[in-house]
């Protein structure tokens, strides 16, 4: 039995165990099953109606009009403009349209509300702890 276990055969056929057990191991698990009907063709309902809402959002966009103006200054009609809005993609129009919803017109002037407010609040927090007195006249 020892002379078996110390053959070159019998190392070479179990080297090549361990090298096929290592390989099967490394191969992923993979698991199948049925598809219904209503996701094997085309895009869902859900999909459709969020694709028909960001279109809406973009074309209200669009129909502003500063915004008619630069497309148009751009040398872009409205017919290259819908036909370029058709080839983008569902997640690139929700993109789009996500982007939209975030712009607003004129910016935010609250931000530069607050801002001010701090830095004045700070001015009078400097002045009271430095015991500074400021007289105008």
Do not use: C
Not at 30 to 36: K, Q
Not at 87 to 92: G, M, R
């Amino acid at each position: 039995m020892l002379a078996i276990l110390t053959s070159d055969w019998f190392r070479r056929i179990a080297m090549l165990l361990v090298l096929t057990m290592t390989t099967l191991s490394l191969v992923p698990k993979v698991e199948a099953g049925f598809v219904p009907t209503d996701r094997s063709f085309g895009p869902s309902q859900e999909m459709q109606e969020l694709r028909a809402k960001d279109m809406a959002t973009v074309k209200q966009a669009l129909e502003n009009k500063l915004v008619t103006e630069r497309l148009s200054a751009l040398g872009y009609s409205a017919e290259e403009i819908d036909a370029r809005l058709a080839q983008l993609s569902d997640a690139e129009m929700h993109q789009l349209a996500s982007e939209i919803d975030t712009l607003t017109v004129g910016g935010d002037g609250l931000g530069v509300v607050i801002a001010l407010l701090i830095i004045v609040i700070l001015v009078i927090v400097i002045l009271k702890l430095t015991d500074t007195r400021i007289t105008v006249g």
